[in-house]
């Protein structure tokens, strides 16, 4: 049974399932642009939208390109739901306990959250936050430091081999979410669940006690 002082939660398919949004989402781009969809498929996942974009289509405007797909986000928000569980373990932490670490933009991450009436963190880490998204470390470690941790000191919670990388090679112990799809053909992480009906918190002083399910 793990102890951690912190957890850190990746959004879209880890505390939400947003699939039939994104999906819809980026299959109509593709489409609009000439691009091969499941070319996009295979890189989107836990990537910030311009890293996305900035690999399957180098000749556009990736900036020009985000911003159209984020505004046009934001107005398609149905389908979002809850991770079972997430809301009734989100309620047990603290706010300085936890953050979430997202690709998405600030703005259309709080509004995931509210849609899927999901606590809303006192600590976020955007996609408009670092210079450098997942799979680079940098976003789980300004996650922590948020927290007034290090990433050691974490557990983070994630759906997409990019964002386990980050969290890895950032220090943080990791529990791939397989609830929406999750999966991670690397072994970085060291613990899986469906969703958070299969976690335990108990509050033991500074530290979280995680008990998941069947260990």
Known sequence: MPFARGLLFDMDGTLVDSR????????????????????????MH???????????APHLDANAEVAALIAKEMR?????????????????LAPEQWAVVTSAPRELALAKLAYASLPLPKYLIGADDVREGKPHP???????TLLGLSASDCI?????????????????????????GGYCDQNLHQWTIADYTQLGITQEHAQLRLTFAGA
């Open 156 to 180: 983070a919670f994630e759906d997409a081999g990019a964002g386990i990388a980050s969290a890895h090679h950032a220090g943080a112990a990791v529990c791939l979410v397989t609830a929406a």
């Open 20 to 43: 039939p949004c994104i999906e819809k989402l980026w299959q109509d781009w593709a489409a609009e642009r000439g691009v091969d969809y499941q070319q996009i498929v295979q890189v």
């Open 46 to 56: 836990g990537r910030r939208g311009i890293e996305t974009i900035s690999i399957v």
């Open 138 to 144: 940098a976003p789980y470690q300004h996650g922590a």
């Open 76 to 92: 398609q928000l149905d389908g979002t739901v809850a991770i079972a569980g997430a809301a009734a373990l989100l309620q047990q």
